[in-house]
């Protein structure tokens, strides 16, 4: 019976086990699951844009075959977690749908526009710094194949942030221009990787049910202060301000007490309104338009690889 499918589901979360995708588990759980991993996979594809305008722009050969390879993993994380939503019973037809027509949601800090070359560099350091440190839980996560898609999106990630890290390393060892551009950047977008984490856990609608479940391990405010404690002191090394006059350490808490974030801009980009939400989507659609006929010619070699079968 139904009841004791949950008990049985219960049970296995309590017991931090793994839920598979044939398991029974409740229709709320498959849904905040498609819900999250759907943002995750937008978040990488559309994570795609605002780099992939500098690809034709790096300043060397081996910074441009860096950037492309990048960018590409990110197209790989989306299909691992386009796949993973899959196992839920959501196509990908379905989710990408609901990216198109502006339902689905991606990650805010992909609405912000990247104007000067250390953009690139500070989205590895910062942007994908705030993704390690929110996706290594999720690895533990108790949903199977999102948690083993994690491992291997996380190791990536380390590439990328090491990668960023690097380039503003020598940025800031060249000329006075140089360095005013890393610090521009980071200027721009401290505040915007901040809230990358989503809403403070007093203003989060999600997070006690899916700390139970055991999908969210770490919560938003939690992880936010990890990522601050563990950038300060790399951007001391790097020798970049951080643009927060009350970042501080607290001997007490043993953290770093920090700024208010702008929550009401960070709303206003989610619901559609940032600087650059229209264009990422418009390219987006655009690109999924333009690739109509790559579909079409895959289905008609299968149809006809299918016709030659039967023969
Ligand atoms: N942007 O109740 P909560 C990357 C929404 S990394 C937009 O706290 P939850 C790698 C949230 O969806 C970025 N929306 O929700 C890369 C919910 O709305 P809904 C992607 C946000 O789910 C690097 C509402 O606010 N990483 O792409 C944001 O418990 C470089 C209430 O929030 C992931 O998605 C936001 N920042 O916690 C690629 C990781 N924050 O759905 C290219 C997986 C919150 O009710 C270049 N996701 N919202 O309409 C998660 O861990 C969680 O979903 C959170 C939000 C922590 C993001």
Excluded at 200 to 216: E, N, T, V
Excluded at 221 to 233: H, N, Y
Aim: hydrophobic share 35%.
């Amino acid at each position: 019976t139904v009841s004791d499918q949950e008990a049985a589901f219960e049970a296995r979360i309590d017991a931090d086990g793994r839920i598979e995708p044939q398991d029974w588990m409740p229709e709320a759980y498959r849904k905040t699951l498609v819900r999250q991993i759907s943002q995750h996979a937008h978040s990488e594809i559309v994570g795609m844009l605002p780099e992939g305008n500098w690809i034709s722009r790096a300043p060397s050969l081996k910074r441009k075959a860096i950037l492309i390879a990048k960018v590409q993993d990110e197209g790989g994380h989306g299909l691992y977690l386009y796949s993973a939503a899959e196992t839920l019973g959501t196509s990908r037809d379905q989710m990408l749908e609901g990216l198109h027509s502006g339902k689905a949601k991606y990650s805010s800090i992909f609405n912000y526009p990247t104007l000067n070359w250390a953009d690139v560099g500070v989205i590895g350091w910062l942007v994908d710094g705030a993704a390690i440190m929110n996706q290594i839980p999720l690895c533990r996560c108790s949903y199977g194949p999102y948690s083993r898609a994690m491992i291997r999106v996380c190791k990536e990630e380390s590439f990328h942030q090491r990668q960023g890290y690097e380039a503003l390393l020598v940025m800031m060892q060249g000329t006075e221009a140089q360095k005013a551009m890393v610090q521009d950047a980071v200027n721009r977008l401290w505040w915007k990787c901040l809230a990358m984490f989503g809403p403070p856990d007093s203003d989060s609608p999600h997070s006690a049910q899916g700390m139970r479940w055991g999908i969210k391990r770490i919560s938003n405010d939690e992880l936010r202060q990890k990522f601050i404690d563990a950038t300060v002191p790399q951007a001391k090394v790097l020798g970049v301000t951080l643009p927060d006059p009350d970042l501080k350490w607290n001997e007490e808490r043993q953290h770093h007490d920090y700024g208010q974030i702008d929550w009401q801009e960070f709303w206003n980009t989610v619901e559609g309104n940032g600087p650059c939400n229209k264009e990422r989507l418009a390219t987006r659609v655009k690109a999924h338009n333009d690739g109509q006929w790559v579909r079409d010619a895959a289905l008609a070699y299968t149809r006809k690889q299918q016709q030659r079968a039967q023969k």
